[in-house]
């Protein structure tokens, strides 16, 4: 089922990462994770000056907010997040202009592409076993008919809306 050229790829197994030239797109998604970086760290910062720090050990609401809220600029923060920023932008100009090169075979590479080619026509799916972490290669047919089975037992899973999440997260998280 599983080619072999996709085999020697999957053996290298879920911790290898494999090398990627530093694109504009890649410079973009880098961009974008340091605005967020800053936004929470003027966040954290804001709370620590109010005195007001509630640690709390339950998990967020896994709702996604409706806005994002810049929140106020912190002089001191913002200095050095802007030094560290530009370090970052250093850095990924001087690897943007040097030759790319693999970590990964023609064989491995022509692996990649034809479990990919597998992930996306919906044959297989793709997951790493929680025992000894190797790559689980399970076809879509056998994943949705075990989930179906156990989708099935109504005393674990039914179907709920994003208000009644909310109130029960609150209620079993109230302090």
């Given at each position: 089922m599983i080619p072999e050229a996709a085999k020697s790829l999957l053996e290298l197994g879920p911790s290898f990462s494999p090398t990627q030239p530093i694109t504009a797109s890649v410079s973009r998604r880098i961009v974008g994770c340091l605005q967020g970086l800053q936004n929470?760290?003027?966040y954290r910062l804001?709370?620590?000056n109010a005195g007001n720090v509630e640690v709390s050990n339950f998990p967020k609401i896994p709702f996604p907010q409706r806005y994002l809220k810049q929140h106020s600029p912190n002089f001191?923060?913002?200095?050095?997040?802007?030094i560290f920023a530009t370090d970052v932008?250093?850095?990924l100009c001087r690897y943007r202009n040097k030759k790319f090169t693999s970590n990964l075979t023609s064989a491995q590479k022509e692996g990649l592409r034809e479990v990919r080619n597998l992930v996306t026509s919906?044959?297989?799916r793709v997951c790493v076993?929680?025992?000894?972490g190797e790559f689980v290669i399970v076809p879509q047919e056998l994943d949705k008919a075990i989930t179906d089975l156990?989708?099935?037992d109504e005393t674990y899973y039914r179907p709920s809306s994003e208000e009644e999440f909310t109130k029960q997260y609150r209620k079993l998280n109230r302090t």
């Open positions: 929470r760290l003027r804001k709370q620590d001191e923060a913002d200095a050095k997040f802007r932008h250093n850095v919906g044959r297989v076993s929680d025992k000894g156990h989708l099935q």
